[in-house]
């Protein structure tokens, strides 16, 4: 069984952390395998290379693993309830 909370918050994170690579590989890289145009079109109001934009970024990435860990959870505790508990 899950942790809701564990997975949750460690599901955020991962996304918050996805998200600065995500940005440092697109400052170091060519334009040509730059990420910006997907996150742009994947994180509302999100745009490239603003402390704004950044920061909501962070924040949506953030939230988008909470979602996913939200979801996840309850789905996997009752398949493991069903299936092997």
Not at 3 to 28: D, E, H, Y
Not at 41 to 61: K, R
Request: glycine share 8%.
């Amino acid at each position: 069984m899950l942790n809701w909370k564990v997975v949750t918050w460690s599901l955020g994170t991962w996304a918050a952390i996805a998200f600065v690579v995500c940005v440092i590989w697109g400052l170091v890289t060519p334009d040509a395998l730059h990420m910006h145009a997907f996150l742009e079109q994947v994180l509302p109001a999100f745009e490239w290379l603003t402390w704004w934009g950044f920061v909501l970024g962070l924040v949506e990435s953030f939230l988008y693993g909470v979602y996913a860990g939200l979801v996840y959870t309850p789905l996997y505790n009752f398949f493991h309830r069903r299936w092997v508990g």
